[in-house]
């Protein structure tokens, strides 16, 4: 009995030993499992930027690539897997990877002409080119890395997202998707009819046409003051002139009545020609009352011929 007691007293004893041991042991082996089991690969966190009307301008410095998609479009769903592939090799290219929605984003949009969907531009040092290759994870990356984007055509500074027409065309865009929201809400939530929407934008088209209008009346008679404000001798400039134009007027009205009494004296000296022709002693007719008819004038001029043949 004692030998017995005296042996499961010392197994007792080891087993009390070699248990933190084992337990140190199995951390070992979980903490090698951990760290050399490969992990299944995934994007990176924060990998894939998103671009916005706010901070849009951060791309005009450093490189690159931006995809313009819409969440309906089915070619752009289909990208996205490839897209976010390409994302998790931009920061060791040093390359940024962005997405811009435009169902959010009007107005970057309008500032890139989004004709057709997905649309990708790369970007460097605010130089913009259109991507037209294939749209693949190894065609981004052989497109960036061997720098294949020099033979690409850059966007022209007249239609660059910075210049002063895209940046209107940005406006124009913003204001088209506010009025829209502003129709959406109108009919779907206050539940005016359609063409009552469409006859508020009229007016509001014809009032703020009118508000614009008299406002540029305003600045430019600000900018170009009317003479009768800008000259203190205006009205007496004015005056002057009016007065010069009555006296010209006169004096062509007078040349006018001197040109038809000479008129009126070449028809009386033809008259005259005419008479004398004919045989008048005084050398014009005779005064209305005072002439004779017809057949008597015709016997005295006969007379007067025949008196001038006996005195022959």
Not at 30 to 54: N, R
Not at 73 to 92: I, T, V
Not at 170 to 177: D, I, P, Q, T, V
Request: hydrophobic content about 35%.
């Amino acid at each position: 009995m004692a030998c017995l007691s005296a042996s499961s007293s010392s197994e007792t004893t080891m087993f009390s030993l070699t248990k933190p041991t084992q337990h140190r042991l199995w951390i070992f082996c979980l903490f090698l499992a951990i760290h050399l089991t490969p992990l299944p690969v995934s994007a990176k966190q924060g990998s894939l930027k998103e671009v916005t009307d706010g901070n849009w301008e951060e791309i005009l410095t450093g490189e690159w690539m931006i995809e313009f998609y819409a969440p309906w479009c089915p070619a752009c769903q289909q990208l996205q897997p490839a897209w976010k592939e390409f994302a998790d090799w931009g920061e060791d290219m040093g390359v940024n990877i962005a997405k811009v929605d435009v169902t959010e984003q009007p107005g970057l949009s309008g500032r890139f002409i989004i004709t057709s969907l997905p649309t990708i531009y790369h970007c460097k040092d605010g130089v913009f080119r259109k991507y037209q290759g294939a749209r693949t994870k190894d065609d981004f990356l052989s497109f960036v890395d061997e720098q294949k984007w020099t033979a690409v055509e850059p966007v022209s500074s007249w239609f660059g997202p910075s210049s002063f027409l895209m940046n209107s065309m940005s406006a124009l865009f913003k204001l088209s998707m506010f009025i829209r929201r502003c129709h959406n809400y109108m009919t779907e939530k206050l539940g005016i009819p359609v063409w009552g929407s469409y006859v508020i934008f009229g007016l509001a088209t014809l009032f703020s046409g009118l508000a614009l209008g008299l406002l540029l009346v305003f600045i430019a008679d600000f900018v170009f003051p009317s003479r009768r404000f800008s000259s203190s001798d205006y009205y007496q400039k004015k005056q002057t002139m009016e007065q010069a134009r009555l006296i010209q007027r006169q004096e062509d009205e007078h040349e006018a009545d001197g040109e038809e009494d000479d008129d009126e004296e070449e028809e009386d000296e033809d008259q005259d020609d005419v008479w004398r022709r004919r045989g008048s002693p005084e050398g014009r007719p005779e005064p209305k009352g005072q002439g004779f008819p017809d057949e008597a004038l015709r016997k005295r001029v006969v007379a007067n011929r025949e008196e001038q043949e006996e005195d022959t």
